[in-house]
């Protein structure tokens, strides 16, 4: 993961997207995993993984959605990246 002086947070292709959305919010927001909302709130992680891990080139999957004030984007070829909403998405 990488992220830029704009918040924003960027990785590569994944094999547990759930995971690294979970790793990518907990490193931009400085915090412990454990300590961010539950992501099953929001998105089934099951049906995330599933949808976005598998993907190619030819066949790119990218789900967004907002979690912990952030816009996540979940994207089958290039990875989680993050913006600010700038809404508390507690």
Do not use: K, W
Not at 13 to 22: H, M, T
Not at 61 to 73: I, P, Q, R
Request: glycine share 8%; with cysteine.
């Amino acid at each position: 993961m990488t992220a830029d002086a704009d918040g924003s947070a960027t990785n590569g292709p994944l094999e547990q997207p759930s995971i690294a959305v979970i790793e990518a919010v907990a490193t931009a927001t400085n915090r412990d995993p454990i300590d961010l909302p539950c992501l099953h709130d929001v998105v089934d992680p099951e049906a995330l993984d599933a949808l976005t891990s598998t993907g190619s080139a030819d066949t790119r999957v990218s789900v967004s959605f907002d979690y912990d004030g952030l816009e996540v984007t979940v994207d089958s070829v290039d990875g989680v990246e993050l913006r600010a909403t700038g809404r508390d998405g507690n």
